[in-house]
């Protein structure tokens, strides 16, 4: 894919992702091995269906938008756990947060320029 807009997801995942592995190393050591891995299976793979999303033709990128699109709202669970169980401190709850938005919304702006339309099912 040439769209330099959409491939600035690429190093913005980096960024999120190094943050992320901090956080997730400073966590009770109980919780870095099982809320910890499970985080990081999720990022990694959202990484992996990025530069798919970058490699493959028109037709199956929807598919991959909507993959990446559910692993950011799992991942945005799993801050709100942390959060939630105060493993994280408020500054890095928003970091965090903030770093994932504008994956998001990276994305949504990507989907949009698809000219497909989402409708959300009631």
Request: include cysteine.
């Given at each position: 894919m040439k769209d330099n807009k959409f491939l600035?997801?690429?190093?913005?995942?980096?960024?999120?992702?190094?943050y992320m592995i901090n956080v997730i190393n400073k966590l009770p050591r109980m919780e870095k091995f099982s809320i910890g891995n499970s985080f990081k299976e999720v990022m990694y793979e959202m990484l992996k269906n990025i530069i798919y999303l970058s490699k493959i033709n028109n037709s199956s990128?929807?598919?991959?938008?909507?993959?990446?699109d559910s692993e950011i709202v799992v991942q945005r669970i799993y801050i709100r756990i942390m959060y939630k169980?105060?493993?994280?401190?408020?500054?890095?709850?928003?970091?965090?947060?903030?770093l994932l938005?504008?994956?998001?919304?990276?994305?949504?702006?990507?989907?949009?320029?698809?000219?497909?339309?989402?409708?959300q099912k009631s």
């Open positions: 600035i997801l690429i190093p913005k995942s980096e960024i999120y992702i190094e990128r929807m598919h991959y938008c909507n993959l990446i169980s105060r493993y994280i401190d408020e500054k890095k709850y928003n970091q965090s947060i903030k938005d504008e994956i998001g919304k990276i994305l949504g702006g990507y989907i949009k320029s698809l000219g497909i339309k989402y409708e």
